[in-house]
Structures are given as C-alpha cells and as structure tokens.
C-alpha cells in the first residue's frame, strides 16, 4: 500500500513535469522582448504577429477592477458570515448561496454578463467583463474569509471586548489583523481562479487587438487572445498562442506558489 502512494504521488507529479516541459518546449520559442512590448499586428504587416502586451494589460486592468469589487464585498460577506450570528437563517442562507455561486459554470456567468451589462448599453465593454470576473471572485473570498476567521481563538475577541472596545473595533483592530494571512489566501486563490477564465469574456468585455485603457469600450484580455490565436489558421499565430499559455500558467503558479507561503502552519497563541 505504501508504495502505491508513492506510485500514485510520483504519477501526478510526472504528469504536471510533462505538461510544464511541453508547454515550455513550445511557447518559449515566441516569448522575447517583442512580446511584452508590442501589440498584436495585422498577416503581412512588418512585425507580423508582433506581440500581446494589450492582452497582458488589459488582463492585468480587468483583474485589478475585478477585485476593487470582488474583494471587499467577499471579505465583508465572510465577516458576516463568521461575527454576526444574531440570524441562524440568514446566516445559512448567505452561507449556501455563496457554495451554489462558487460552483456556477463560468459560461453561465458570462452569459448573465451579456443580459444584464451589454444588452443595456448595446456594445461589448470591460466594465461587463471586470463585474463577471468580481461576480466569480466574491463567493471565493467569502467562503475562505469565514473559515479563516473561524481560525482565531475566541480569547482575542473576548481581551478586546473586554478592555471596552465595541465589536465593530475588535473585528477591524484585531480580529482581522490577525488573519490576514488567511485573507491573502483566499484573494490569490480569487485571483487565480479569474485570471484563467475565457467564457465570461467572450460574453462581455469580447476582446481587441489594441492596447487600450477605457473600459467602456471592447477590451483585450490575456485568455481571449489566446482563444483566438489557438483558433486562427496561421501558424504564428498558434506559436504566440502557446506563448500565451506558457506565461498564464506561469502567472497562475506564481499566485499558488504565494498561497502556499501564506498557508504555512502558523501556531495561534492565546
């Protein structure tokens, strides 16, 4: 039995070398300087394919927005969620909409995205795609909030409380504190999960080939790009794909990678 975990252990580890060598086999050969600093460019044109810095913008743009949303009202729905019990059926509520919400299928996301956000304003914009990718990122945080906070002993609540301080100011000036690095986690493990979605774009922001700043219109992202490229029929193209991919991944184990730090076995004393 031991060493069939080992066997086990050793074939996952086999498979996640396999694929890290094969996409750094392929996608290194497109990843330069031009990549990062050139915009997509037209077949025929000089420079052709050029490179992806507006989808490596514009994703790190629909992130950021995404969390200025996503972030602060999934940390207070977790604090709710952990501090306030006064209502067992509300809380219960909050408790299994955020575990439904976390399970919806990205595509369905993005669709509501188009109902609710495109159609109204009758053009693809990334304000729709930032607020389908904070509708992903909210049930996250929330749900990893709580079980974070449920981690601190009851004795820092009840020294604060009792040296006269309200609720309100213990949750911020001392509960909180002595989670944030749980809280960090559930942000990256937010962040990670959005930052590879494609389907939500699709239906919202839709993608350009320009660097742009402004929202209100089309907007590139790293992962439609890639779609598109994955899909087109040049061969450059499909090469600056697996380069796409190959620095996605790249920035998705570096978000698992910070994780782990901050997941270290800690040791509260109370």
């Not at 899909?231 to 790249?250: C, F, H, S």
Request: with cysteine; hydrophobic share 50%; aromatic share 10%.
């Amino acid at each position: 039995m031991w060493m069939g975990c080992i066997a086990c252990a050793a074939i996952i580890l086999g498979v996640l070398a396999l694929v890290l060598w094969y996409l750094i086999s392929i996608g290194r050969q497109s990843v330069n300087l031009a990549f990062f600093a050139q915009d997509p460019q037209p077949y025929g044109a000089d420079g052709y394919p050029g490179g992806m810095r507006n989808a490596l913008v514009g994703t790190a743009i629909l992130v950021g927005l995404a969390s200025a949303v996503g972030v602060p009202v999934g940390i207070l729905g977790g604090v709710y969620l952990s501090e306030y019990r006064t209502r067992a059926w509300l809380t219960e509520t909050v408790r299994f909409t955020a575990d439904v919400l976390a399970g919806v299928p990205s595509i369905v996301v993005g669709i509501l995205g188009y109902e609710l956000l495109v159609v109204p304003l009758g053009h693809f914009n990334g304000w729709a795609g930032a607020l389908a990718l904070a509708f992903i990122m909210i049930p996250i945080v929330t749900r990893t909030t709580e079980e974070m906070l449920h981690l601190i002993p009851g004795s820092y609540r009840e020294a604060s409380i009792a040296l006269g301080a309200t609720k309100a100011r213990t949750i911020v000036r001392v509960v909180l504190p002595a989670a944030t690095g749980g809280l960090i986690t559930g942000v990256m493990l937010a962040l990670a999960r959005v930052a590879g979605e494609t389907a939500p774009l699709l239906f919202t922001a839709l993608g350009s080939r320009l660097l742009t700043f402004d929202p209100r219109y089309p907007f590139p992202s790293l992962t439609k790009q890639i779609y598109d490229y994955a899909t087109g029929p040049y061969a450059e193209q499909k090469q600056q794909a697996w380069a796409g991919i190959l620095i996605l991944i790249v920035l998705i184990f570096s978000f698992n990678l910070l994780v782990r730090l901050f997941t270290r076995p800690r040791q509260f004393r109370a």
